[in-house]
């Protein structure tokens, strides 16, 4: 049974710092793409970034420059760390697991974790 479970959200103040994390278990390693989404209130779920089978990763425009996904030697840690923040990365941040692709739409992730408030303000 596939398992995430995300950590490392808070509140910071705009240009601050956070590190989350998600633990993955009960995929296989190498045949999942992992990525992080989120969504703010009163709107739907966007990408942030992801990183494929091989380690490849893509980011959303919003993403680009600021936060950087990474993932463990053993393919059971999932990280993005997100400098510069601003107000409008305010949001619930899951990440979610899909079988060897790497949809844009988050709606075809098949699994997700529950998610870790991430909040901007001065």
């Known amino acids: 049974q596939v398992q995430l479970v995300e950590s490392g959200g808070g509140s910071v103040q705009p240009g601050g710092s956070l590190r989350l994390s998600c633990v993955v278990s009960?995929?296989?390693?190498?045949?999942?793409?992992l990525g992080w989404f989120r969504q703010a209130p009163g709107k739907g779920r966007e990408g942030v970034a992801t990183?494929?089978?091989?380690?490849?990763?893509t980011y959303q425009a919003s993403a680009k420059g600021r936060f950087t996904v990474s993932l463990d030697n053993t393919k059971t840690l999932l990280s993005l760390q997100m400098d510069d923040l601003k107000s409008e990365d305010t949001a619930m941040y899951h990440c979610?697991?899909?079988?060897?692709?790497?949809?844009?739409?988050?709606?075809?992730?098949?699994?997700w974790g529950p998610g870790t408030q991430v909040t901007v303000s001065s």
């Open positions: 009960g995929v296989i390693a190498g045949r999942y793409c």
């Open positions: 990183i494929n089978r091989v380690g490849n990763p």
């Open positions: 979610a697991a899909e079988l060897l692709a790497c949809p844009s739409d988050p709606d075809t992730y098949d699994y």
